[in-house]
């Protein structure tokens, strides 16, 4: 189903529901930055595509960070609909445009706690544990981690979850149990950025409607020519169903722990206009854990592989790949103080001359948010980022490269 039949179908299921819904609510962000990043000055954001790791490009600037409407209609308290809209302006570029929708039911739970909950439309896989408050925000930091920040560039569910949830309190126990099975389209593309990007830190969600930037690399005149210069991260190119399965345990309100399985079951012999479909695998964990009142670590983990063919059947890239983070929050007060320090990779496993897409690199985030009121916020942030990656001499860039980014925000939530 290509985006414009499915936009249409999920905009006639908001429009049926919002005939029928008795409660409604919006609710929205507006966040400004002032940005300065520094390293190496030829270096420029992988969002315009350059070899960077961070949103924005070297130097200082200011930028509307995000701006999001999200808009929900209720029925009954067990069937509802959301839309999720986003604009943003920055140096790159100013766009808008939905980042979700999707009808939503919740049943009642059983005598015996059983209770199933259904998802339709277009959503996020349930991955992150950091971009919690609206419109896929994280209010700990002002920037994802790697890991969540590659959700949000190439990953979208085109299609419908189940959950089958255990609460606990109806057998008298602290623990409650789910497991998610979801089934999706529209993700044959996803990988492609993680190859020739790498891994990035941001705060950028990809719009439905939106194409991403391929970094220029040798073998994009070579084995890789009919590579398109902008990549769909939201295209179907071969009708088939991707899976993503996902476990949830949480142990009253202190601990909350998750694993699952993603693979969008792409088949890669499919090339359409420049746009390969690319096999994307990887396992995933995450958990939340309150070290006392005011004192959290989370933590994720995420492996896995990705690769995509010639048209003549031949694996022109293929790739393994990890990124891990640990964050430790304090909250006191109008006070919020997060730490977070992760590790990612990409190991390279093909020989396809030009496209290297080998890549070790760590980082350090220090944020500090104070609360100037229920519902804004003053935010400022620190980045530390060092990365190694070959394929940076293809345009004549440093191989290893130590970034730092400053910020300072205006987050207002309504």
């Not at 009642?108 to 950091?130: C, D, M, V």
């Not at 149990?177 to 990988?191: I, M």
């Not at 496993?349 to 890549?359: A, I, L, M, R």
Request: charged share 20%; aromatic share 14%.
């Amino acid at each position: 189903m290509n985006k414009t039949k499915y936009f249409g179908l999920l905009l006639c299921t908001v429009l049926s529901t919002m005939t029928q819904a008795y409660e409604q609510s919006l609710k929205g962000l507006i966040d400004i930055r002032a940005v300065h990043v520094n390293g190496d000055n030829k270096v420029g954001s992988y969002l315009s595509g350059d070899y960077g790791k961070f949103r924005y490009g070297q130097g200082a600037g200011i930028a509307l960070s995000q701006l999001a409407i999200q808009y929900k209609y209720e029925l009954n308290n067990q069937i509802s609909t959301t839309i999720i809209a986003n604009a943003f302006a920055d140096e790159n570029q100013t766009d808008i445009g939905v980042t979700e929708g999707y009808l939503s039911y919740r049943g009642l739970p059983s005598s015996n706690g059983w209770r199933a909950k259904t998802k339709l439309g277009l959503f996020y896989p349930q991955i992150s544990l950091e971009n919690k408050a609206t419109a896929w925000s994280t209010p700990y930091t002002l920037t994802s981690s790697s890991l969540n920040n590659w959700v949000g560039e190439e990953f979208r569910h085109s299609g419908a979850a189940i959950t089958i949830e255990k609460l606990g309190k109806f057998s008298k126990t602290k623990h409650d149990f789910s497991l998610e099975l979801a089934v999706f389209q529209n993700n044959d593309t996803a990988g492609a950025m993680l190859a020739w990007h790498g891994w990035a830190i941001g705060s950028r969600q990809s719009l439905l409607q939106e194409k991403l930037v391929v970094q220029p690399f040798n073998a994009r005149t070579g084995d890789l020519k009919d590579q398109a210069a902008l990549s769909d991260p939201f295209i179907e190119l071969d009708n088939r169903w991707g899976t993503h399965l996902i476990a949830q345990w949480r142990w009253q309100h202190k601990l909350k722990a998750n694993i699952g399985y993603y693979d969008n079951n792409a088949d890669t012999t499919v090339v359409k206009n420049g746009q390969y479909a690319w096999s994307t695998k990887f396992s995933h964990l995450g958990f939340k854990y309150k070290l006392n009142k005011q004192l959290e670590l989370t933590g994720q983990y995420m492996r896995g592989t990705t690769f995509m063919q010639s048209p003549y059947g031949d694996k022109v890239v293929d790739n393994d790949f990890h990124s891990a983070f640990l964050m430790l929050r304090k909250y006191w007060q109008s006070h919020h103080l997060a730490v977070r320090v992760e590790e990612f990779s990409v190991d390279d496993n093909d020989t396809t001359v030009g496209d290297n897409n080998k890549e070790y690199g760590k980082a350090l985030t220090l944020s500090y948010r104070y609360k100037l009121s229920r519902s804004s916020f003053i935010h400022s942030e620190y980045n530390w980022l060092d990365s190694t990656r070959p394929s940076r001499s293809y345009v004549s860039l440093p191989i290893e490269l130590t970034e730092q980014q400053f910020q300072i925000a205006y987050r207002y939530y309504f």
